[in-house]
């Protein structure tokens, strides 16, 4: 008798099983997250909380409102919640093969080390605000929390929650002590120097603001992995209309103080600038659920008629999220940094802004000829084989 070689069901989703909604949300939200990191290649002497210029002419200061309302602190929230839902569905997936869960946590870990390793040579090379890292240290230290009881996970998201306001409240006020004159490593021109600074700012910010701003959304995101809420948006029509409203109102309020304040529509003293930037930042948890929420509404429509070329372009770069990301890093620093093109000494946050969504254009029609030829990304490919060792 001849016996067929064994298949290893334990490995990666493939491409042709992947759920629309998760992939959709991911490759929309590369336009928030581009747009959110753009402004911190240009110089500028003097900036506000999110790092946008205090000086600009009045169309400026209107984009600037509407970034600070609807795009700042808003993708971040919704990729955790993503990261979250996308490792309980593969810690689900191994269990549903009879994986053990001490073998489980080994494959998450592994994945979770490898992504801070990816996040690491991101800050190194390229970029300071860097958050692979922190998905990757949140993956490897609360694996866990992928076997805790619903009550455990919203318990330590409040307590989290109030955690991430006692830090925004210490950076806020060391801005304000510092008079928001601050050097970005991203206009420094020696290119070691820079180097030097990025992973000075990058090993700050990773394991303090950076992780309790994603933990919240993390838990949750397993929460709704647990009810496969996006793979099966249409039998949970209720709860995401109920969140993507509330979602997106609740951040559109918290929001708007801190957008009052740096159009310069409002003055506030300290106290009351801090506590706009707090605000903010926290109502941004809500805000990425909300637009994850809607995405995944979008989605359901589509699940009795054959996607579009535009969602199935978007979708395509969400699976190649991790591809695309740091495609748009590489992109920035090539058009903005002193020691390539230059242009983060010339050019203004409004047309930084317009080079975002091009960079962001060019990484889905990148992604859409992926997609045609059956091609994985290829930082998605290393990931999976790093996770997966071939046995």
């Not at 690491?120 to 998905?135: E, K, M, P, R, S």
């Amino acid at each position: 008798m001849t016996l067929s070689p064994p298949v290893d069901v334990r490995s990666a989703t493939p491409v042709g099983q992947r759920s629309l909604a998760p992939d959709l949300a991911r490759g929309a939200m590369l336009l928030l997250i581009a747009l959110a990191h753009a402004h911190m290649f240009i110089c500028h002497e003097q900036t506000g909380f999110r790092g946008y210029a205090v000086d600009a002419e009045p169309f400026e200061r209107l984009l600037t409102g509407a970034q600070v309302l609807l795009i700042d602190g808003r993708a971040l929230p919704m990729f955790a919640a993503l990261f979250g839902y996308g490792l309980a569905r593969l810690a689900d997936r191994q269990a549903r093969t009879g994986a053990a869960w001490p073998e489980t946590r080994r494959i998450v870990r592994r994945r979770s080390a490898w992504l801070l390793a990816f996040g690491f040579a991101h800050a190194l090379l390229l970029f300071f605000g860097d958050i692979l890292a922190a998905y990757g240290l949140v993956g490897l230290v609360f694996t866990g929390l992928l076997v805790a009881r619903d009550r455990t996970l919203f318990k330590v998201a409040a307590l989290v929650s109030l955690a991430h306001i006692g830090v925004l409240v210490l950076l806020g006020l060391s801005a304000e002590a510092a008079d928001h004159r601050t050097e970005q490593p991203t206009t420094i021109a020696d290119p070691l120097v820079a180097l030097a600074m990025r992973l000075m700012t990058w090993s700050a910010l990773t394991p303090t603001f950076y992780l309790v701003s994603i933990l919240p959304a993390f838990v949750l995101g397993i929460w709704a992995a647990r009810r496969r809420v996006l793979d099966e948006p249409g039998r949970h029509r209720r709860l995401l209309t109920r969140t993507a409203l509330w979602g997106i109102v609740i951040s559109l309020v918290g929001g708007a103080p801190l957008m009052l304040a740096e159009t310069r529509l409002w003055e506030p003293e300290t106290a009351a600038a801090v506590s706009a930037y707090a605000l903010h930042s926290v109502t941004g948890l809500a805000a990425g659920l909300g637009y994850a929420a809607l995405i995944a509404l979008i989605a359901a429509r589509q699940a009795d008629r054959t996607p579009g070329p535009l969602t199935r372009a978007l979708a395509a770069c969400g699976a190649r999220s991790l591809t695309c990301y740091l495609l748009q890093s590489v992109a920035f620093v090539a058009i903005f940094s002193p020691w390539a093109a230059g242009l983060g000494t010339q050019l203004s946050d409004a047309a930084a802004s317009g080079i975002a969504v091009a960079v962001w254009a060019a990484t889905v029609a990148i992604a859409a000829a992926m997609a045609r030829t059956g091609t994985r990304g290829p930082c998605e490919t290393l990931l999976r084989r790093l996770t997966y060792p071939r046995t």
